[in-house]
């Protein structure tokens, strides 16, 4: 994705990672902030496939769009009454929590001008999926199971917190 | 002008406060979780980045956003299954009043 139509399409999905970012922060509905996830996670999937990380894009797309969202949309159905209009949604923090942001988002960005990267000239091969599998249970298999049962101790465990006794 | 790494790690950056400024000031638990996973998709634009432009061959970074995509789900799904458990004992999930064990 080295040519131009790659830049133009980093600036839209940046856009619209932005824009939805900034409304599921601040809109008043939560069931509007979930849709607005939605968007944000579609935006940030089509980022990964411009850096060649197809199968990112592809989980990002399952898990995130698939399972997250519907599970957040879930939890705002079950806890009902929370969400009509009338109801302050944010805290009395505003002020201090948007200095903060601020702050942090120049300290960030200043330090990101200041270092030099050692960046490589080379792209993401085109079999990159193969490679990722074969490392996966190759190099990195003894995090990838452990990370397997992390989830499966989750799952138990968010049946058991949620389970009526 | 030429989109590189930078540009990848600054939309990151902002992606992060963002979910930075979610997190300090929503009051609904589920609009906290949320946020969390805001700032969660901008480390992983990062990583992804990292691997796209510093070590395009090796595989890294995606292999390590495998794994914090891995995370970020098993937490929503404890995080949600707790913010139930609080509505369902509280009648509420805005976190400003579940002030149970404040003093």
């Known amino acids: 994705m080295e040519s131009g139509i790659g830049n133009y399409l980093f600036y839209l999905f940046g856009f619209i990672i932005i824009v939805s970012g900034i409304l599921v922060v601040s809109l008043k509905d939560i069931f509007h902030c979930a849709l607005m996830l939605v968007v944000c996670m579609f935006s940030v999937a089509a980022l990964y496939v411009l850096l060649g990380a197809d199968f990112i894009a592809a989980v990002q797309v399952l898990i995130y769009v698939g399972a997250v969202a519907v599970l957040m949309i879930f939890a705002i159905m079950l806890t009902a009454r929370v969400s009509g209009a009338g109801i302050k949604q944010q805290n009395e923090q505003v002020p201090i929590a948007l200095i903060t942001t601020l702050v942090f988002v120049a300290v960030t960005l200043f330090g990101l001008g200041k270092t030099v990267w050692n960046v490589s000239t080379r792209t993401v091969p085109a079999e990159g999926t193969m490679k990722l599998g074969k490392l996966l249970l190759t190099t990195y298999v003894l995090p990838f199971e452990i990370v397997s049962v992390v989830l499966l101790v989750a799952l138990i465990g968010a049946i058991v917190i949620a389970r009526r006794t | ?103």
């Open chain 2, 1 to 103: 002008m030429h989109v590189g790494l930078i540009h990848y790690l600054s939309l990151a950056a902002i992606l992060f406060a963002i979910g930075f400024f979610g997190v300090l000031t929503r009051r609904n638990a589920v609009g906290i979780l949320m946020s969390i996973e805001l700032m969660f998709n901008a480390v992983n634009i990062n990583l992804v980045a990292f691997n796209r432009f510093v070590t395009p061959t090796d595989f890294t970074g995606q292999v390590f956003s495998i794994f914090t995509i891995v995370i970020a789900a098993a937490e929503v799904t404890v995080g949600l299954a707790i913010v139930l458990l609080i509505y369902r004992n509280f009648r509420d999930v805005f976190v400003d009043n579940i002030n149970l064990m404040k003093w």
